[in-house]
């Protein structure tokens, strides 16, 4: 595979690359239609499990990067990472004040509730923001080897996308289960939670194309998203987990949402 992808040009690479990432995305949404009848149990546990990806996902797949980003530029380390972390924060803030002006029934009309209905929509703004920077990331990867080429570059940039991938099937369940629970139907469900993921080869490309302009603000992309992410978790996730009083069950399926990303995160590098 790495001999065919050499031949390519490196913005078609990232183009292909980020392609995998989105059909990774999709097919971990589609595991809505795999949910028979409302198991309010099943439905929490995942709700709770999605929380625990997007934390680790926050550390391990965005601030962590980013402060190795940072390492050796004009500021602290710490800087891009905290100004990121907080404006995402801040933004979802924004958001979240601005939903109940927005007509959340023509976009999430199948949600009856209005208090699912600004929980879904954070969800679904904050995993498409999150898949940004993630598309950003693998269009640099690629895009650097037009200058640097070698073999090994090529290799770390599809073993990049590859684990963007892996991670993102995860990230669509948390996207489209959700949805479900609140009481969307499931080809809707599915549809958005594959949308979250489809900004990446778009994000990908422009990445590639602008490589040079894009790594000096990558870090504080990268921290924007994860500011982003914990504020949903936070404010959205896990208190929506325990609405129908299954604390335990969501508490444990966290830690286990944690576990498996950050597993993955550190696995692959």
Do not use: C
Not at 17 to 31: C, I, N, P, R, Y
């Amino acid at each position: 595979m790495i001999e065919l992808l050499k031949e390519l040009n490196p913005v078609l690479q990232a183009l292909l690359g980020t392609l995998f990432t989105w059909g990774m995305t999709a097919l971990g949404a589609s595991l809505v239609f795999f949910v028979k009848g409302s198991n309010q149990k099943f439905l929490d546990s995942m709700l709770a499990f999605a929380g625990g990806v997007m934390i680790a996902a926050s550390y391990w797949s965005l601030l962590a990067p980013a402060i190795e980003m940072s390492s050796e530029g004009p500021v602290p380390s710490w800087f891009p990472a905290a100004v990121g972390f907080l404006l995402g924060g801040a933004l979802l803030l924004l958001i979240d004040r601005m939903l109940p002006a927005l007509d959340t029934d023509r976009y999430l009309y199948d949600i009856k509730d209005e208090k699912a209905k600004n929980r879904t929509a954070l969800l679904v703004f904050s995993m498409t923001l999150h898949n940004i920077p993630e598309g950003l990331a693998v269009g640099v990867a690629f895009g650097a080897l037009a200058s640097n080429g070698t073999e090994a570059t090529l290799a770390g940039a599809v073993a990049l996308a590859i684990g963007i991938g892996i991670q993102n099937f995860p990230e669509g369940t948390a996207v489209s289960m959700p949805l479900h629970r609140d009481g969307m139907g499931k080809k809707k469900s599915f549809l958005f939670g594959q949308f979250s993921g489809m900004v990446e080869p778009m994000a990908a490309v422009i990445g590639a194309f602008a490589v040079i302009a894009i790594e000096p603000i990558l870090p504080y992309a990268l921290s924007f998203a994860a500011g982003a992410m914990i504020f949903v978790v936070a404010k959205e996730i896990i208190p929506g987990s325990h609405e129908k009083g299954n604390v335990n069950l969501a508490s444990i399926s966290l830690m286990l949402g944690f576990t498996v990303m950050m597993t993955l995160d550190v696995a692959l590098g």
